[in-house]
Antibody
Framework: QVQLAESGGGVVQPGRSLRLSCAASGFYFSSYAMHWVRQAPGKGLEWVAFISYDGSNKYYADSVQGRFTISRDNPRNTLFVQMNSLTVEDTAVYYC??????????????WGQGTLVTVSS | EIVLTQSPATLSLSPGERATLSCRASQSISRYLAWYQQKPGQAPRLLIYDASKRATGIPARFSGSGSGTDFTLTISSLEPEDFAVYYCQQRGNWPQFITFGQGTRLETK
């Protein structure tokens, strides 16, 4: 069974850092690109970052460019995001999601259960 | 950036009724569109990909249509478990062009 499990969320002060993890199981992690997607409380979904299957390519949303770093450890089947210089606007549930191959393009399937990051003084 | 506009924001229907949700793109995205369902306290779930293909395990009452700029998610006969928020999502050739619609809340009338 394909599963993703995020961890590492919590309450952090503005300007501080936090690292989230996503443990993958039930599939060959090293073959799939991965994403982080976030959802502010009561709001919609926002794509955050992408990493290719081997970590050689990374892309970020403008809102986190230069502050967040996505990475992966394939032997440990784990995805990470290092979040620096956090602001209150980064408060959200953070989901990791596998990139899944449709026929025409790639989509998010499945998603982890999410981990809540609250940035507050 | 391609903007996706979903309508209506909220749709109030009863079980057994037909639901029609709309997603409009600010420019043509061919058939590069997916629909996700999100229930309270849960992660989103892929329903429809490539505009019209049902994901694994998704009931046949869910269908997607459209191409270019106008897309529709139809639920033919609502079941109690279908009341949720639905998001459309598009993806260009590069991951940094991924965007979501603002969502449609499907609620019980």
């Amino acid at each position: 069974q394909v599963q993703l499990a995020e961890s590492g969320g919590g309450v952090v002060q503005p300007g501080r850092s936090l690292r989230l993890s996503c443990a993958a199981s039930g599939f060959y992690f090293s073959s799939y690109a991965m994403h982080w997607v976030r959802q502010a409380p009561g709001k919609g979904l926002e794509w955050v970052a992408f990493i290719s299957y081997d970590g050689s390519n990374k892309y970020y949303a403008d809102s986190v460019q230069g502050r967040f770093t996505i990475s992966r450890d394939n032997p440990r089947n784990t995805l990470f995001v290092q979040m620096n210089s956090l602001t209150v606007e980064d408060t959200a549930v953070y989901y990791c999601a596998r990139e899944w191959f449709g026929e025409l393009n790639n989509w998010f399937d499945p998603w982890g259960q999410g981990t809540l990051v609250t940035v507050s003084s | 950036e391609i903007v996706l506009t979903q309508s209506p924001a909220t749709l109030s229907l009863s079980p057994g009724e037909r639901a029609t949700l709309s997603c409009r793109a600010s420019q043509s995205i061919s058939r590069y569109l997916a629909w996700y369902q999100q229930k309270p306290g849960q992660a989103p779930r892929l329903l429809i990909y490539d505009a019209s293909k049902r994901a694994t395990g998704i009931p046949a009452r869910f269908s997607g249509s459209g191409s270019g700029t106008d897309f529709t998610l139809t639920i033919s006969s609502l079941e109690p478990e279908d009341f949720a928020v639905y998001y459309c999502q598009q993806r260009g050739n590069w991951p940094q062009f991924i965007t979501f619609g603002q969502g449609t809340r499907l609620e019980t009338k």
